[in-house]
């Protein structure tokens, strides 16, 4: 029987990108249900005229926008230390473990930021039926876009620092806990991403892709770093 730190070394592929792929695919195209659920949950938080949370409102803006950004700056300063000067952090940290933290932090943004210029995806903001004048059409990620068409919506950026943090569960998954990581990232990256919707800046679907892509990267980084592994080289 394969021991927890060897199943932690190589998490599977198959659920993370079937996820993703069913995702894009049932958001995408017409026909599927995807842009009837978009557009229910985004009716949610449109009253007709205003978003329920002003784009103005600093104290949403604080606790989900700033807030939160400093928190996995912080984070990232302490595992670069800790990556640097392994020998003053403890051992359960160590230095393989910290790099595979920073690489996700870092590649999941990044990815999530670049798509979007494949994508043309357009914010609720952006859209005629939000009433902005001379607003934009509704359209789906398969769509034709006509020229001029919005590019900066899907995948979500702001959300994507958040869904990183998912990393946590894999840099850790030997230990029992870890199911209270991965909770507690999601909910942190939940937060980040409902906060936009909630001020029209991004959909549903957009929010869920973009947890999707960073699955994919943990998991995928997790195969080739196996930061599991970092307990038996910690000084690595």
């Not at 960073?214 to 930061?227: D, E, K, N, T």
Request: charged share 10%.
């Amino acid at each position: 029987m394969d021991s927890p730190t060897q199943v932690a070394d190589r998490p599977g592929v198959f659920w993370p990108c079937a996820t993703l792929v069913a995702l894009v695919a049932f958001f995408g195209f017409h026909g599927t249900g995807g842009e009837s659920v978009d557009l229910w949950f985004q009716a949610i938080f449109w009253n007709g005229s205003a978003w329920l949370i002003p784009k103005d409102s600093g104290f949403f803006h604080a606790l989900a926008y700033n807030g939160p950004k400093v928190l996995i700056i912080i984070w990232a300063v302490f595992l670069v230390l800790a990556a640097a000067l392994p020998a003053y952090f403890p051992a359960w940290l160590g230095r393989r473990r910290a790099l595979y933290l920073l690489a996700c932090m870092a590649i999941v943004p990044v990815v999530c930021t670049q798509l979007r210029s494949i994508t043309h995806m357009a914010t609720p903001s952006d859209l005629a039926m939000y009433g902005v004048p001379s607003g934009f059409p509704h359209l789906l990620l398969f769509d034709a876009k006509p020229p001029g068409y919005p590019s900066h919506a899907f995948p979500a950026g702001h959300a994507s620092g958040g869904f990183a943090l998912l990393s946590i569960y894999f840099a850790w998954a030997e230990f029992r806990p870890r199911r209270l990581g991965l909770a507690l990232m999601g909910a942190f990256g939940g937060w980040m991403g409902f906060y936009q919707i909630a001020r029209g800046e991004h959909f549903i679907s957009h929010t869920l892709v973009t947890a999707a892509i960073a699955w994919v990267i943990c998991v995928g980084l997790a195969r080739m770093i196996r930061p599991a592994s970092s307990l038996s080289c910690s000084a690595s």
